[in-house]
């Protein structure tokens, strides 16, 4: 059964430091890895997809990388801004095919920005 | 951008009724949704799989005859939590992929979620 673990459970950090988030799966036999947000009481936002044959994805201030071979991902983020606040999920697909929709996702990571 | 809708936001309600939530996938159609819920500081869990015109497959461990997932329309599916009990207090997210690809390549949106409180 695959298990994704995120670290750290929460973040606090001062606006424009830049700073990475961390994700583990223990299966890695994975089809691809996602990043989501998530705003209080707010349903998730995409962030990135990156699929099992790449390496990273940027988006903006966004990176995230994969490395399926130890089963871990990081996601970094640059010269955050409080507008950054929110909970980071990381998520891999159950299985490939059809399935590769139905997600297993850590527990997130709260980060907070301190103006 | 593709936008998935869920209504309510939010329900109160006593313990032993029903409740249905909506999630409707705005402007696409889509085939399949997925339901998930998020208990407090738990991380989102898959439920059930809505597929249109077909009965929903759910995940071990959930109860068909207590969720009811109804996918009447390839815009609509139904999750119906029936004689609700302060245990299935929890955060209820749909999502739905544009396409359903091998690989699952293309994206999918989440709804905004429904808070469900049982008393």
């Known amino acids: 059964k695959q298990e994704v673990t995120q670290i750290p459970a929460a973040l606090s950090v001062p606006e424009g430091e830049n700073l990475v988030l961390n994700c583990s799966f223990t299966d890695s036999a994975i089809y691809n890895l996602q990043w989501f947000r998530q705003d209080p009481g707010k349903g998730l936002t995409s962030l990135l997809l990156i699929q099992s044959s790449q390496r990273e994805q940027t988006s903006g201030r966004l990176n995230a990388s994969l490395d399926k071979s130890s089963g871990r991902s990081t996601l970094y983020i640059a010269a955050s801004q409080p507008g950054d606040s929110a909970t980071y999920l990381c998520a891999v697909p159950l299985s490939g095919g059809a399935g590769s929709y139905q997600l297993t996702f850590g527990k997130g990571t709260k980060l907070s920005v301190i103006p | 951008g593709a936008v998935v809708s869920q209504h309510p936001s939010w329900v109160i309600c006593k313990s032993g009724t029903s409740v249905k939530i909506e999630c409707r996938s705005l402007?696409?159609?889509?085939?399949?949704m997925f339901w998930y819920r998020q208990f407090p500081k738990q991380s989102l869990m898959l439920m059930a799989t809505s597929n249109e015109g077909s009965k929903a497959t759910y995940e071990q461990g959930v109860e068909k005859d207590k969720f009811l997932i109804n996918h009447a329309s390839l815009t609509l599916s139904t999750l119906t939590v029936t004689s609700a009990h302060p245990e299935d207090s929890s955060f209820y997210i749909c999502?739905?992929?544009?396409?359903?690809?091998?690989?699952?390549?293309?994206?999918?949106?989440f709804g905004p979620g429904t808070r469900l409180t049982v008393l």
């Open positions: 999502s739905a992929p544009l396409l359903i690809l091998a690989g699952g390549t293309d994206t999918q949106y």
């Open positions: 402007d696409f159609q889509a085939t399949t």
